[in-house]
């Protein structure tokens, strides 16, 4: 039996190693995108703060290290570009060489999770946004670009788990730091009354914090809001959420 999966991170491994302990036999190729492979998704944002010092933590395991443990063929920077169900096959690019090339499979997992979602204003090429560790590895070099500049400063798109987690971090290296939120709280899944205890805590350690208004423009080194007014912003971050692949 011949298991392929679509993406190496949480679902894909675990669907891979899982497999794998459930059938000794079993051929399992996974095929990732990124150039990473179960990496931990939970601490980006804190090797962007400084709090996570070294990078190799973050890399849970290799394509090396899940073929011996678990005899899994793991091809990093490569994507499924299509799957011929009829034939039962997938194309397969591999984005270092361009080589193009078919597999086939008895079982197909999908495991391709979601994107980042940038919303379609002006400027929102300029956004950056956090999902695997090429992001992680750009964003903390834009931190450290900002903070050499002369607008120390980061406008959040998004109140909610990673934007928080963003914001934390960037108070951390010394950014001034101003969250905005569509909504009229911030952390959706919270009851007003808790939210706005975090929202206080936020400002506390120096973040601002706006409810009940959207960015609608990212221009260089400043941000629009639907209200009319801007914020100054060295960095813009998209973090409202994600969409699937
Ligand atoms: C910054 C951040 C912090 C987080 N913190 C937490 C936390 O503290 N607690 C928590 O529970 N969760 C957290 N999460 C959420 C958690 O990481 C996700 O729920 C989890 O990664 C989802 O795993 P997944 O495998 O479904 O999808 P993904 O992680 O999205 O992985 C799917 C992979 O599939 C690859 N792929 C897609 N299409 C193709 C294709 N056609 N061919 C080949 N490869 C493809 C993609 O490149 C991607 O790497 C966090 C996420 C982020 C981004």
Same mark, same amino acid.
């Given at each position: 039996?011949r298991t392929l999966i679509v993406?190496?991170?949480?679902?894909?491994?675990?669907?891979a190693?899982?497999?794998?302990?459930?059938?000794?036999?079993a051929e399992i190729i996974v095929f990732?995108?990124?150039?990473?492979?179960?990496?931990?998704?939970?601490?980006?944002?804190?090797?962007?703060?400084?709090?996570?010092?070294?990078?190799?933590?973050?890399?849970?395991?290799?394509?090396?290290?899940?073929?011996?443990?678990?005899?899994a063929d793991v091809r990093?920077?490569t994507?499924v570009?299509?799957?011929?169900?009829?034939?039962?096959?997938v194309?397969v690019?591999?984005?270092?060489?361009?080589?193009?090339? @078919?597999e086939?499979y008895?079982?197909?997992?999908?495991?391709? *999770?979601?994107?980042?979602?940038?919303?379609?204003?002006?400027?929102?090429?300029?956004?950056?946004?956090?999902?695997?560790?090429?992001?992680?590895?750009?964003?903390?070099?834009?931190?450290?670009?900002?903070?050499?500049?002369?607008?120390?400063?980061?406008?959040?798109?998004?109140?909610?788990?990673?934007?928080?987690?963003?914001?934390?971090?960037?108070?951390?290296?010394?950014?001034?730091? @101003?969250?905005?939120?569509?909504?009229?709280?911030?952390?959706?899944?919270?009851?007003?009354?808790?939210?706005?205890?975090?929202?206080?805590?936020?400002?506390?350690? *120096?973040?601002?914090?706006?409810?009940?208004?959207?960015?609608?423009?990212?221009?260089?080194? @400043?941000? @629009?809001?639907?209200?009319?007014?801007?914020?100054?912003?060295?960095?813009?971050?998209?973090?409202?959420?994600?969409?699937?692949?």
């Amino acid at each position: 039996m011949r298991t392929l999966i679509v993406g190496g991170v949480a679902g894909g491994m675990s669907a891979a190693t899982r497999l794998r302990r459930m059938d000794e036999t079993a051929e399992i190729i996974v095929f990732e995108r990124s150039g990473h492979v179960s990496f931990a998704n939970c601490g980006l944002p804190y090797y962007v703060g400084g709090v996570i010092t070294h990078r190799e933590a973050l890399l849970l395991e290799t394509p090396e290290s899940i073929n011996t443990r678990f005899q899994a063929d793991v091809r990093v920077n490569t994507e499924v570009t299509a799957i011929d169900r009829a034939a039962k096959t997938v194309s397969v690019r591999d984005l270092a060489t361009g080589r193009e090339y @078919t597999e086939s499979y008895d079982n197909l997992i999908l495991a391709p *999770g979601a994107a980042p979602f940038v919303p379609p204003i002006p400027g929102a090429e300029r956004a950056l946004t956090l999902r695997n560790v090429a992001d992680t590895d750009a964003m903390a070099a834009k931190v450290d670009d900002v903070l050499a500049g002369s607008e120390k400063s980061a406008v959040i798109m998004g109140g909610g788990f990673i934007g928080l987690e963003l914001a934390e971090n960037f108070v951390e290296r010394g950014l001034k730091v @101003t969250v905005v939120e569509l909504a009229n709280q911030i952390m959706a899944p919270l009851d007003v009354e808790m939210a706005i205890r975090v929202q206080w805590e936020l400002e506390s350690r *120096g973040v601002d914090v706006i409810t009940g208004v959207s960015v609608t423009e990212i221009g260089e080194g @400043t941000v @629009t809001l639907s209200d009319g007014g801007t914020l100054p912003a060295g960095m813009v971050i998209a973090a409202i959420g994600v969409r699937p692949e």
